[in-house]
C-alpha cells in the first residue's frame, strides 16, 4: 500500500503564491510512474492541474499554464506544485495522485486526501 500526504494549502492574496508538496510512502518498489495535481471547486468535477512523469515530462492544463510549475524529488518520492500569480478561480481543494508499479509491475493509482487553497481578491 501508498499513501500520500498533502501540505502548503492555505489562504493567499490573489497575485500570491504557494508551494503545494506531496509525499508518498510505503511499499514502492520502483520509480513512482507519474504524479499529478488535480484540483476540485465546489460544485465542480475534479480537473487535471499538472502531472508529471518518470521522465520529467509535464502537462499543465491551460489556465495555469505560465503560472504553475510542477516538479518531483524522485529519491524522496515527493511531488511539488509551486503556484505563481494566483487567481480567485485557482480556490478549490488540491490532490495529488501517483501510479505505482507493485512488485509484480501492476500499475496502481493512489491520491492524497487534498489541502484547500483558498484565493482572496
Known amino acids: 500500500q501508498v499513501q500520500l500526504v498533502e501540505s502548503g494549502g492555505g489562504l493567499v492574496q490573489a497575485g500570491g503564491s504557494l508551494r503545494l508538496s506531496c509525499a508518498a510512502s510505503?511499499?514502492?518498489?520502483?520509480?513512482?510512474?507519474?504524479m499529478g495535481w488535480y484540483r476540485q471547486a465546489p460544485g465542480k468535477q475534479r480537473e487535471l492541474v499538472a502531472t508529471?512523469?518518470?521522465?520529467?515530462?509535464?502537462n499543465y492544463e491551460g489556465s495555469v499554464k505560465g503560472r504553475f510549475t510542477i516538479s518531483r524529488d524522485n529519491a524522496k518520492n515527493t511531488v511539488y506544485l509551486q503556484m505563481n500569480s494566483l487567481k480567485p478561480e485557482d480556490t478549490a481543494v488540491y490532490y495529488c495522485?501517483?501510479?505505482?508499479?507493485?512488485?509484480?509491475?501492476?500499475?496502481?493509482?493512489?491520491w492524497g486526501q487534498g489541502t484547500q487553497v483558498t484565493v482572496s481578491s
Open positions: 495522485n501517483a501510479g505505482v508499479h507493485d512488485k509484480l509491475y501492476r500499475l496502481n493509482v493512489y
Open positions: 510505503g511499499t514502492i518498489f520502483f520509480t513512482i510512474a507519474f
Open positions: 508529471i512523469d518518470s521522465s520529467d515530462t509535464t
